[in-house]
Each structure stands twice: as C-alpha cells, then as structure tokens.
C-alpha cells in the first residue's frame, strides 16, 4: 500500500495538535501512541466511519 505524503498548513498543524492532546487517552488506546499521524489517522478513521466506510476503517485499523 503507498503512502500519501501530504504538507499541511501550519493552522492545520495547529488544529490537529490540540485535537491529539485533548482525544490522547483515545487516540493512544486506538493506535498504541499519540504522534501527529496517529492523530490525523484517528481523524480520518472517525470520518469514515460516519460516512459508513467500513471496508476503508478496517484496512485503516490494520495499518497500526
């Protein structure tokens, strides 16, 4: 599977930062640590899960 390697605004860093302090006890319990992928990785397997993405959740769930 390829990566993506995306650059982010700073304001977006920002954003994604306060949302890894405050969600860490989750995003740890998730993914085993609380770095800026895990978060951005937690962000977008919450998203799909709204949208009812259950294939795309799982194989994001397995990259851990």
Known sequence: MARL?????????????????????E???KFSKSDQPEAIQYIISEFMKCKNLNTYVEMLELVK
């Open 5 to 25: 390697n995306v650059t982010l605004k700073d304001e977006y860093l920002d954003v994604i930062n306060m949302f890894k302090v405050s969600n860490k006890s």
């Open 27 to 29: 995003i740890e319990q």
